[in-house]
């Protein structure tokens, strides 16, 4: 059984600095915090507060292939946690029929956001991330942390990425 989310916003851990993804079941109280990537915490956040750049990053190219080939988003899943890592399918709807892609959670959020698909967690995951989110003692939701994050993406400069330019 799987249950619908909603991306609820991206905060930081604030004992490792890391991004963590926040997904809310907008019938309850059921959350899902997954740790995630810079690079995908900042394609989210962009997504999220509508950020335009002159050139396609890498959900926002994923997206323009699957519109250029008439593919579409049906939804995505979190399906497993397995060793404290979260394990996700996106699934395409093509003219032969739907098809499920392997993908980390933060890219299949990513393209959700992008396209528009539901975002779906299975019942066991949520209940298996409750009990290793009681074992910790840091707070998960602190304001704090999302001005912290949001104060990171507003100073990252296009050279921060190297030789990748945007």
């Known amino acids: 059984m799987y249950r619908l989310m909603k991306v609820a916003g991206l905060v930081m851990d604030p004992q490792t600095n890391t991004p963590i993804v926040i997904l809310n079941d907008p019938k309850g109280d059921d959350h899902l915090p997954i740790w995630i990537g810079l690079l995908e915490a900042t394609s989210i956040a962009t997504e999220l507060e509508k ?15 699957l519109d250029h080939l008439q593919v579409q988003v049906e939804k995505i899943e979190v399906y497993d946690l397995r060793e404290n890592t979260y394990y996700a399918l996106i699934y395409l709807r093509t003219e032969m029929g739907i098809s499920p892609i392997d993908s980390r959670p933060s890219d299949a959020i990513a393209i959700a956001l992008r396209t528009n698909a539901p975002i779906y967690v299975k019942e066991d995951v949520l209940r298996r991330s409750q009990k290793v989110s009681e074992k910790e003692t840091h707070p998960v939701f602190r304001q704090e942390d999302k001005d912290n994050l949001q104060e990171l993406l507003e100073k990252l400069d296009p050279e921060d990425f190297g030789k990748y330019k945007m």
């Open 51 to 65: 950020i335009k750049f002159p050139r396609p990053m890498t959900h926002d190219l994923v997206k323009n292939l």
